[in-house]
């Protein structure tokens, strides 16, 4: 039986990320249950940050996480974390007034440029002319998910941290105030704090070490990759939204990629792609867009996990000593990556609260468990 400080369940952006930080100040080792890192949510997303996403306490997260995304900490990456893609958020007639709305609550986390039509097409000439209005965010960037991952993976290791893959966790017992943790493969491995990272799994792994549950809803999106009209100067290219969640699409590896925006109730699995969905991105596109969609090159899904509130939950659980909650990251995992590592590290190291405009009771799982007890 192998024994740390931490015991991090989850190799995704959640949990590598928050043992990077751990593991400043103890032990920590991570069990994935995957032969690789970042296989399921933080390997399939379309790894944007952008503030035209969640509600007020999210885009606080997302600027907390700003600086880390533009200055990593030393030897973190050789390679950058992103690049700028401007983010723009158009409009029909129909919609200037959610559009209005929407630039009230973003104007305060990034400076936007409010765009007529011409300023719309210059931007994006892609879209029909119905798009009127929108709003850009020229300092949106585009993650590189992979340097993001292996960045903290380098981290953690630096620290004497440890990763195994391949240890899919079956069974969490706790005695003498201490957590053991058995994988499929029958390894057995010991800490007195347990970080359930386990992403759409959260609520499983609860289940497991007799935590009360939270209600996870593991909600499934689809992603279609598609070549752009000849001529079209994919460098120049922004990420562009619909205000309303139908459509966005970008430029990714010399061609276009488009999401519905799909938000469909799942199991927590291997998403795959389901017809309708990529049939509903190309009309979709077709639909705000002068392009045709051809041969869909690829498509994958995955899982954006989301609790009753849509805010993280982040904290100690009220019911078990020792189990830790990293979960409920939606679709905003990546880019609140570095905010919600340092406030796990805050929560349990005890360093200084790193996010001053969100409150930990904002994040606490109690708030789900107390309503259901
Ligand atoms: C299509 C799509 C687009 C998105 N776009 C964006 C975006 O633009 N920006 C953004 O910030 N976010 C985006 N997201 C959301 C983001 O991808 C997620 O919020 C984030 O990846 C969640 O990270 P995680 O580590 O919690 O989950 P995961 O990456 O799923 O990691 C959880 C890990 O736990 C492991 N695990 C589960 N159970 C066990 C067990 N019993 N034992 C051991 N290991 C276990 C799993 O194998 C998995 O690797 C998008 C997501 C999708 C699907």
């Known amino acids: 039986m192998s024994s740390s400080d931490i015991i991090v369940i989850g190799g995704g952006i959640a949990g590598l990320s928050a043992a990077a930080a751990l ?11 995957e032969e690789q890192i970042g296989f399921h949510s933080s390997g399939r997303s379309a790894t944007m940050v952008h503030y035209a996403l969640g509600d007020r306490l999210v885009r606080a997260l997302t600027l907390a996480s700003r600086p880390f995304f533009d200055s990593p900490p030393e030897g973190f990456s050789d390679a950058p974390l992103g690049h700028r893609m401007p983010v723009l958020v158009h409009a029909r007639e129909d919609e200037r007034e959610a559009l209005e709305g929407l630039e009230a609550e973003i104007a305060r986390f990034a400076s936007l440029e409010r765009l007529d039509a011409i300023g719309v097409h210059e931007l994006c000439p892609l879209l029909k002319p119905d798009a009127l209005f929108g709003i850009a965010d020229l300092n949106g960037t585009r993650l590189d998910p992979h340097a993001l991952l292996q960045g903290n993976l380098r981290l953690l290791r630096r620290n004497g941290g440890n990763l195994q893959t391949n240890q899919r966790v079956r069974q969490i017992e706790r005695a003498d105030g201490c957590w053991t943790v058995t994988t499929e493969r029958g390894d057995s491995h010991s800490a007195p704090t347990i970080v359930n990272a386990a ?19 593991p909600k499934r999106r689809t992603i279609i990759t598609f070549d752009a ?8 290219l922004p990420f562009a939204k619909t205000v309303g969640d139908s459509l966005y699409f970008a430029p990714e590896s010399g061609r276009l990629f488009a999401s519905p925006m799909d938000e469909v109730p799942s199991e927590p699995t291997d998403a795959q792609p389901e017809e309708y969905d990529v049939a509903l991105a190309a009309f979709r596109m077709e639909e705000r867009t002068k392009v045709r969609v051809g041969r869909i090159h690829s498509r994958w899904a995955g899982l954006r996990t989301f609790t009753a509130d849509r805010h993280p939950a982040v904290g100690f659980a009220s019911d078990a000593d020792g189990f830790f909650w990293l979960a409920g990251q939606g679709g905003f995992g ?40």
Do not use: N
């Open 334 to 373: 990546l880019q609140t990556s570095p905010a919600m590592a340092a406030i796990a590290e805050s929560l349990i190291a005890g360093t200084a609260w790193p996010v001053p405009d969100v409150s930990s009771e904002a994040l606490d799982p109690v708030r789900f468990t107390r309503q259901a007890a």
């Open 199 to 217: 992403g759409s799994w959260a609520d499983e792994v609860a289940s497991l070490a007799g935590v009360r549950r939270i209600g996870l809803e």
């Open 23 to 33: 593991s400043r100040h103890a032990r920590v080792r991570v069990l994935e249950g």
């Open 229 to 236: 009209p000849p001529g079209t100067d994919l460098g120049r």
